[in-house]
């Protein structure tokens, strides 16, 4: 095992409900440190480009519309194994799906309002924090 830091996004249906801090304890209770965070409004420009491997997708243009209907939680998550250990901890991503105790589990609403993003691999999980933090917003 590796320590690895994994990009982390608390979606709108999430921050509506004010539940970053219980979202939060899942993270911390499941091993995982917070190591950025901030609460962003994005641009449609963002989220088109940060879900461009999905452009194709039949979901895509209500995806991007749903991500800046309100303000996201941007986050990065250390820790060992943090990309697999996130994906556990946030539950499949049709919350039908999604196991006990897990977040999407317990808070999504939908498949699309599923209350939380984890990158899914090494590659892409480097790219998505790039996205969106400087390396002196990460402070481990
Ligand atoms: P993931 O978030 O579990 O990695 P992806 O397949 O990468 O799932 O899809 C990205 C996001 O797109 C999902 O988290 C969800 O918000 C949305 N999404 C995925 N599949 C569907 C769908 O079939 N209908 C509506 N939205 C979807
Ligand atoms: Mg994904």
């Known amino acids: 095992m590796a320590v690895e830091r994994t990009l982390s996004i608390i979606k709108p249906d999430a921050t509506r409900r004010n539940l970053t801090g219980k979202i939060n304890a899942k993270f911390e ?3 995982l440190r917070i190591v950025a965070q901030k609460r962003v409004q994005l641009s449609k420009a ?3 480009a940060f879900y461009g491997v999905h452009r194709e997708r039949g979901f895509f243009n209500d995806l991007v519309s749903f991500m ?12 060992e194994n943090a990309i697999a250990r ?5 539950g499949a991503t049709n919350p039908a799906n999604a196991a006990e105790g897990t977040i999407r589990k317990e808070f999504a609403e939908s498949i699309e309002a599923n209350s939380v993003h984890g990158s899914d691999a090494p ?3 480097a790219q998505e924090i790039a996205f969106f933090f400087a390396g002196t917003e990460i402070v481990a």
């Open 29 to 31: 209770d499941g091993g």
């Open 86 to 90: 996130n994906r556990e901890i946030m």
């Open 68 to 79: 800046i209907s309100g303000p996201v939680v941007l986050q990065v998550l250390e820790g």
């Open 46 to 48: 963002q989220a088109e």
């Open 123 to 125: 590659e892409t999980a």
